[in-house]
Each structure stands twice: as C-alpha cells, then as structure tokens.
DNA sequence: TTCGTTGGCGAACGCCGTTCTACTAGCGAA
DNA sequence: TTCGCTAGTAGAACGGCGTTCGCCAACGAA
C-alpha cells in the first residue's frame, strides 16, 4: 500500500500495491504465522492479516475457506517444527519424552496456537505423521495397544493445555505487565489465604510457587510415561 | 419483555419489563451460565446475557467489571457443584480420584466453560477452595510436598483440558450434526490413510475409536494418581 | 482476438465488547 | 413533605470482528 508513487490521474489505477496473483495460501499462512507470534490468537484477525500482505480481508478468501480453516492450516504448520526421530526400541521412552517435548516447545514458541488444537481433532498431513510417529514409538516399546491409543488422546490435551499455561506469561508481556511479578501477587495471594480455612495451602505456598513451566511439563510427562511403561507386559 | 401490557402514550414510559432496581450479579451469573449451557463460550455474550434478562447491554457494567470477570464468576458457580469430602487418610487415592472425576463431570454439565480455566489462574473462593482440599487429601497419602504442588498444576490442566474436548461433541449437536456420524468419519479418515505411511495408524485404528471421554479421562486420571502413589515414601 | 473463468478487493451486513451520556428512581436530610 | 444527591438503568455510538456480495481486471484456452 506504499501510498506515494505519483501517476498521471488519467491512467488506469494499475497495481495496488502487489503485482496482481501475488496472494497465496503459503504467503497467507505465513503471515498468520507472524501475527500469531507477536500478538497471540487474540490478535490473529482476517483483517490483520490482509493489512500484513497490503491488501483487505476479502481477498483472503480466495484461497482460504475461513478462518477456522486457516488456523488449521498455522496449527498444522507449526507441527512441523517437531522433529521426528526413527523409531528405536531400545530407546523408546526417551525417545516418546524427547518427541512430545520438542512438540511442548514448538507449540510455546508460536504464541497460544495451543488453544486452536483444544476444541477440535487436529488432522492435517504434519499432525497426524506426528501421531504415526509417536504410536510407532509406543507400539516398539511394547505398550498395549488400547494404552497407546488413548495415550495419544491424553498426551495431546497434555501437551496443549501446559503450552496454554505458559502463553499467559506471552499474554502478560505484550499488554505490558511483568509476568514474574504477577505470579508474585498470586503466591502472595495464596499465601495470604486465612490459615483456618487454608491450612494446607499455606502449608505448601512455596512448592506452589517452585518450578517453571519446562519443570511442571516434565514433571506432568514422567507421570504418563513411567505410567504407560508399568503397563509393558513382562 | 413481556412486550403487551398495552399503556397511554403520554404516560412517563415506566418499568421496561423488570421492576427497577432488579439487576444484580446473581441475576447476571444465572443467566450467564444458563446461556452457556445453552450455546457455548462462542454464544455468550453481553448482548446476549443482557436480553435474558430484558435490558441493554451496559446496564450489566454496573454489576460487573467486564466480560473477562463475568467469565471467571461464572467458572466459580460451576465449581460449586463439586462435592468436596472430608479426607481419610486411608481412602486418599480413592478421595482424589473422585473429586477430580467430579470436577470433570461438572465442568462437562457447563458447556465449553472449561475454556476460561486453561489460560487464565482459576483464583475464585471456591476454586481455591477445591484447591485446599486436593491438596490435603493427598498430603494425608503421603505424597511428598513437591508432587503434591506440580499435580495439583497439573491435573487442573488435565481434567480442563479433557472436558473442553468433550464440549466438541456438544459444539456439533448445537450446529445440527451428529457426533457419532462425526467421530465415524473421523475413524474413517484414520484408516483409509495410505497404509505404507502410515502402519500404525491402520493396525491401531479400531483401538483409537474405542471408548469415549469417561473411560479416555479415566484413564489418564489413573496414569497420573498412579505416579503419585509411586512416589509415596515407603 | 475473444470469451469464460478466476483472483482481487471496496463496500456493506450483522455481530461483538465497551464507553458516553442523559435520565430517573429511591433515599437521607432538612 | 420536599429537596437534592447518588447510584442504577439504558439508548446510542465507536471501533473492531468474520464473512458475503458484486464489480473489475487479468489470464488461459479456443
């Protein structure tokens, strides 16, 4: 939209901007990649988009059903980053931890598009390579199968619910307020909780308050797997 | 509303509907979850709330902060449901199992409402309340400091995150579809997936489709109560 | 060259949360 | 009883949203 570059009024007002057929689904997911990370799913509009490739909202549809089409599509974009090992037996649960790790990150590292895997089945080509992977994993561990099946349900809220959590922090940061602090005011507020009625939570207002976001995923994935492991036969 | 009630033109235009002075936040949070249960996170409005209750929007700005706090108002009522027990130290893992099983159950009764959790810290009384009660049941088990603090994190995660997946269900019936016709092609998707890419996917196809959340959540619920009475000293 | 198809996009529709402002009902004080 | 003050009520409007419509320009095939 450079706005400037003088043209006789009597030509034909030839390309706003971008040559003409430059909009692509790509270019689009692209941008929406961008807007996610510095503003959040809150700030992800069809409109901020459009402004991003210097043009409007309509033209988007050309290429993109809508928008929730469209945040299928960054989700599954994302899953890419997720690098995905060659199943070994031998190293199965490290290497399941490793995997839904890398998955934890990635996700963390694009904003709160967490929220868009909740509330819907994730399907796209990345995700459900992913899910293959992951499965196979499992499977050359010797987990039954039923356990691998619905451990690839409960890891995925797992790991999208902790990435959520951790987007407030992201959240916190852009309207300006210092998330270190605010969690400051919440164990203070925990802590200050009439002890006659809250024993036990001041009891544990420090552990509380102890750990970052990689140590309580952690904590959470060892859970699972030592789980899933205990159910190897033999 | 009642829109009859048929008056002289020149009287002062009196009581629109409601006698005077009968908002109030109660008022506002009834009809608030009444609209949630009804249509979901996504149909809650003010607008919405507000012709519930026979008024214009902004009249409900006298009684609340904003949308953000009626959301966490809201989730606080739904926690209310939650029966709370007395602990017994020697039926803990029992106890825990069923309280958050309840927590499950009733986030579920109330539309999508578990969306608010995830992303914001659930901080209403009796939110923190619950809170105080986890954590004692499981301090009586034995469950070192540390675990007790990162689960109850943790679990919040879980059971939010489990019954906003379930609300997918809800979400459809609302838009006319079926959910088992749903989830059917869903399963279908999985196992038409071309084979020599994806093996496990196919071999594991029918145990994918098995169960729905009571028995997924369960599950998962046992992974995690199981660590923690791993990690019991003694 | 012509024509049908398709991408681009300005304008508009009907929602949303929130704020501004005027008004008025009800209350305590005089 | 009357008066003035306060606090609740709500109409109108602002700026944003997702999406649709309809027109125009550009391109590929004939």
Sequence with gaps: MTAGQFEPPWWTPRKTGT???????????????????????????????????????ASLYAHVAGKDELLDLLFDQVVTEVPLPEPD???????ITELWTHAHEALRRNGD??????????????????SEVSMTILRAGGVPPQAIAW?????????????????????????????????????????????????????????????GRDERFAFGLDLIVGGLAAQVPG
């Design 151 to 211: 451990a690839l349900d409960i890891v995925g809220l797992y790991v999208s619910a902790s990435a959520i959590e951790d987007a407030i922090s992201r959240q916190l940061e852009r309207s300006g307020r210092d998330p270190a602090e605010y969690y400051n005011q919440v164990a203070e507020y925990f802590k200050n909780l009439p002890a006659e009625h809250f024993p036990t939570t001041a009891l544990l207002s420090r552990e509380l308050a102890t750990g």
């Design 19 to 57: 040559p003409r057929r430059s909009l692509s689904r790509e270019a689009i997911v692209t941008a929406g990649l961008k807007v996610l990370r510095a503003e959040g799913v809150d700030g992800l509009s069809m409109r901020r988009i459009a402004t991003e490739l210097g043009t409007g909202p």
């Design 89 to 95: 037996p031998a190293r199965w649960r490290e290497q």
């Design 113 to 130: 598009i967490a929220r868009v895997a909740l509330g819907r089945v994730p399907m796209g080509p990345n995700a459900v390579r992913m």
